[in-house]
């Protein structure tokens, strides 16, 4: 890709006369201009002769740069404080933040401006062929979604039991496995209970005689009744069905109160439970947790109350929000990630322990930053670049610093100031031209 840039650039910029020009004196004023040699397939060569290339055997290409010291001058900027935590906001003088009510902090030449490492200025020969495209320093909010991968669990908070509510024996078990997932209302036992065939058979003689004569002594005996066989597991239409058929069957059926997976199972045929005891453990799934990685680059953008949009493979089509409700506070220390959590209803039960989630977590910037497109960007991996236009024909690298990116937008710490044009289209061919010529410099500064 660089080779492809370097020969591109060099048919755009190819060889240009000297350019002279006549004062007012009528004197012809000669620009200076640095001349070099190289070649096009290998621009490590520069000589000051034309020749041939010692690798290659090419014929060089003649490189013309102008020189003018009057373009590395800068200007001074004026004083300026800005809120340390919000640094859009700034002022001519020191102050409070307005924002906040900390003391503002004077912005220093780093804030202000990179260090420049490069100057190219083109001619108008190269012009004409150089159409490059401008994005200016823009201030404004910014928000990010952080993609996530997480995974179900069950929820520690919701772990329930089957217990005896009433002395009996267990007559039928119709679930036999532990691991079985059993649905709020699904049957799960039948129980021999003297108490509880007795407080049926009150509750019935209560309810006939109510219906009969309409006695409120009656009436608080059927309600009574039915409260406390409804305490004992006994649902309406069993009720009901007791009512139709004017007795109470020998063996009673006990359905499950709560949806979860069993992972104890006490009951079997035969044996007697007291009140208390619990004929099944479960692992209650009507809600879930999802718990999530966020990278460490993102971990300070991740509040609690922050909603996440969740996909399972088990619901296609289907997104679920949740709210973030646990951030843990230790970072692990292998995978540098931080543990985030939520909190989901599973109504259908279709969720299960272990499976894999898709999460987006959407977060908005406090405050409003200064931000480039990322295109604008050559990032070395020791430091990132940027082209600035100075003029038509004059263009600057500087050293930024860089903070968050979302939507194809990089925050720019320091280096740039609101207002400044970046080159966006344009600038691998201005960074293969300064390449030619000596590469970039930091004067003095090193490398950032």
Known sequence: M????????????????????????????VKQEQVYYTCAMHPQIKSDKPGRCPICEMILTKIEISKDDTETSEHKMPEVWQCKDFPD????????????GTPMIKRTSEMEAGKVISKVKLRKAQLHHFKPDFFPVTNMKMSKNIRLLGAVFE????????????????????????????????????????QLITGGEEYLLAR?????????????LYKQGREKLRLWGVKDFQLQNWYEKGKIPRSITIYSPATGIVKKKNAVVG??????QNFFELSDLTTVWVEMDVYEQDSGLVKIGQEVDLKFSALPGQ?????????????DPKSRTLKVRTTIENLYGKLRPGMVAEATLKTVLDGNRLVIPRTAIIDTGKRKVIWQKISD????????????????????VHGLKEGDFVVIEGNFLLDAQSQLFGGYEDFGHGNH
């Open 155 to 194: 929820s520690e908070e919701r772990e329930s039991k089957i217990p005896a509510r009433v002395p009996g024996r267990v007559e039928k078990v119709y679930v036999n496995v532990t691991g079985a997932y059993i649905k709020k209302g699904d049957p799960v036992l039948k129980i021999y209970s003297p």
């Open 208 to 220: 006939k005689s109510y219906n009969k004569t309409k006695n409120k002594a009656f009436k608080d």
């Open 319 to 331: 997104v679920i929000k949740g709210k973030i409700d646990f951030i843990n506070p230790v970072l």
């Open 2 to 29: 660089k080779i492809f840039s370097l020969i591109l650039l060099l048919l755009i910029f190819g060889c240009t006369k000297k350019v002279e020009k006549e004062d007012h004196s009528g004197h012809q004023e």
């Open 271 to 276: 044996k007697y439970f007291k009140e208390g």
């Open 89 to 100: 906001v700034t002022s001519e003088t020191p102050m409070k933040c307005p924002m906040d």
């Open 393 to 412: 024909t004059t263009y600057q690298a500087k050293t930024i610093h860089t903070g968050f990116e979302s939507e194809g937008y990089v925050e720019v």
